[in-house]
């Protein structure tokens, strides 16, 4: 039996404005993501997007959360999922954030984290 409440087996996905994909959620993700984040001394976050009109809303509202715990966010802009774990990699930044609901249709959103090495987190 999983404690796990919002993450699914990819991230948080979910129709926008419908729990959890709102912007009171992501602002809380972002603050609470950005709390853990910056026990490890980085303050550095990637966060990139695909091209729904929503992931706009959603970046602000993270990047708010992120802000408020203490951490700036570098932002790509539209870019493929692989990229954002490449670029989180690359320069070595304490996680990547990819708002996407991949192949879900477009009112659909959603959230995804990578580690420090560009993997998927994990949930424990």
């Keep these: 039996m999983s404690n796990r409440k919002y993450f699914g087996t990819d991230g948080i996905r979910g129709r926008v ?3 959890p994909i709102t912007p009171d959620f992501v602002l809380k993700l972002g603050w609470a993501a950005g709390k853990v984040l910056a026990r490890h001394g ?5 966060i990139g ?6 992931g ?10 992120l802000a408020a715990a203490g951490l700036s966010a570098l932002f ?11 670029l989180t990699r690359t320069f070595r930044a304490e996680a ?8 879900n249709p477009f ?14 987190l994990r949930m424990r």
Aim: glycine letters at 10%; proline letters at 5%.
């Design 42 to 46: 980085s303050r550095k976050i990637i």
């Design 96 to 103: 990547g954030i990819v708002i996407s609901a991949s192949h």
């Design 76 to 86: 790509t802009g539209p870019m493929p999922t692989p990229a954002v774990a490449y």
């Design 107 to 120: 009112y659909d959103n959603g959230i995804k984290f990578f580690s420090i090495d560009g993997t998927k």
């Design 17 to 19: 404005g419908d729990a």
């Design 56 to 65: 706009y809303m959603l970046e602000s509202a993270l990047e708010a959360g």
């Design 49 to 54: 997007k695909d091209t729904r009109i929503s």
